[in-house]
């Protein structure tokens, strides 16, 4: 499972590198929004619709990671709050990251909003997925190690063959 979250969260930041830092061909750019919920507000003036696409786009570009980055971990024995606490900490940082590289990056626009919406995304999603999910797991675990049979068909193991063979060193002769 580890595997497979590392091979997720890999492409998952292929994609956001790619929508967030790629130059843009514009006409103009607005300056940065240095202010807080200034560009939401300005979003909600737009309309609702314009607003949804827009606060909607900054609070799902980073979401998957609030699942993803437990996942990389793949501790299911860990306290809520610290697992709440890192990936929205790893989130934060992530999207600041993002926000200071685009500051090199023609046709892209640092705005503080997209930090803050950036980082709910990702605490909205750990919480929604990743407790249900560790619960889950445990159990399985749980009655694995009762012997009882999780509802998935597992093959069976072959019993063992005993220890493996070893060769006595023998001495190289005179």
Not at 69 to 94: I, N, Q
């Amino acid at each position: 499972m580890r595997a497979a979250g590392g091979v997720l969260l890999a492409a998952h930041l292929l994609v956001v590198a790619w929508i967030t830092l790629r130059p843009l061909d514009v006409p103009w750019v607005s300056a940065a929004n240095l202010e807080p919920l200034a560009g939401i507000k300005a979003d909600l003036a737009r309309g609702p619709e314009q607003a949804a696409r827009q606060i909607g786009g900054a609070l799902l570009l980073l979401a998957p990671l609030g699942a993803l980055l437990p996942l990389v971990g793949g501790r299911l024995d860990v306290s809520p709050l610290a697992s709440l606490a890192r990936t929205v900490a790893a989130g934060a940082l992530l999207s600041l990251g993002i926000e200071l590289l685009q500051t090199g990056v023609p046709g892209q626009v640092v705005d503080i909003d997209s930090l803050f919406l950036n980082t709910l995304g990702v605490a909205l999603v750990h919480v929604a997925v990743v407790p249900a999910a560790r619960a889950r797991l445990r159990r399985r675990r749980g009655a694995r190690r009762r012997g009882v049979r999780p509802r998935a068909h597992r093959p069976r193991e072959e019993a063992t063959q005993g220890s493996t063979p070893t060769i006595p060193r023998v001495g190289i002769a005179p």
